[in-house]
């Protein structure tokens, strides 16, 4: 899956449903392992700079891009505390969280 891929697939979760975010992380997680976790941090990133673009109510950021930036916040923390010496995949996330911190598996 490509980056613009990724920031794609974001995109739609978050619009679909003001749930989504809760499960995005867990389920890219499971459905794409290989991926590099700084992808999909940049991906959420991408996805807020485009929804604020797109759509300004009140002249401030919306709840969607808000959302993508705290995930994409919380998602760079757990990056940094489970770093090794190769680059962190979506499934070294995975089985971080299952061993150390169950955040992303219980939201």
Same mark, same amino acid.
């Given at each position: 899956?490509?980056?613009?891929?990724?920031?794609?697939?974001?995109?739609?979760?978050?619009?679909?449903?003001?749930?989504?975010?809760?499960?995005?992380? !867990?389920? *890219? &997680?499971?459905?794409?392992?290989?991926?590099?976790? %700084?992808?999909?941090?940049? #991906?959420?990133? /991408?996805?807020?700079?485009?929804?604020?673009?797109?759509?300004?109510?009140?002249?401030?950021?919306?709840?969607?891009?808000?959302?993508? !930036?705290? *995930? &994409?916040?919380?998602?760079?923390?757990?990056?940094? %505390?489970?770093?090794?010496? #190769?680059?962190? /995949?979506?499934?070294?996330?995975?089985?971080?969280?299952?061993?150390?911190?169950?955040?992303?598996?219980?939201?």
């Amino acid at each position: 899956m490509t980056e613009d891929e990724l920031r794609d697939l974001v995109l739609e979760r978050l619009h679909d449903d003001a749930t989504a975010f809760r499960s995005l992380i !867990r389920d *890219l &997680a499971v459905a794409y392992p290989e991926i590099s976790a %700084r992808t999909l941090e940049t #991906a959420l990133l /991408t996805a807020a700079r485009e929804m604020d673009a797109a759509i300004r109510r009140g002249g401030s950021p919306t709840d969607e891009a808000q959302t993508a !930036r705290r *995930l &994409a916040i919380l998602l760079s923390m757990d990056i940094d %505390r489970a770093r090794s010496d #190769a680059p962190v /995949t979506l499934g070294d996330l995975r089985d971080w969280w299952t061993r150390n911190d169950d955040f992303f598996l219980r939201l």
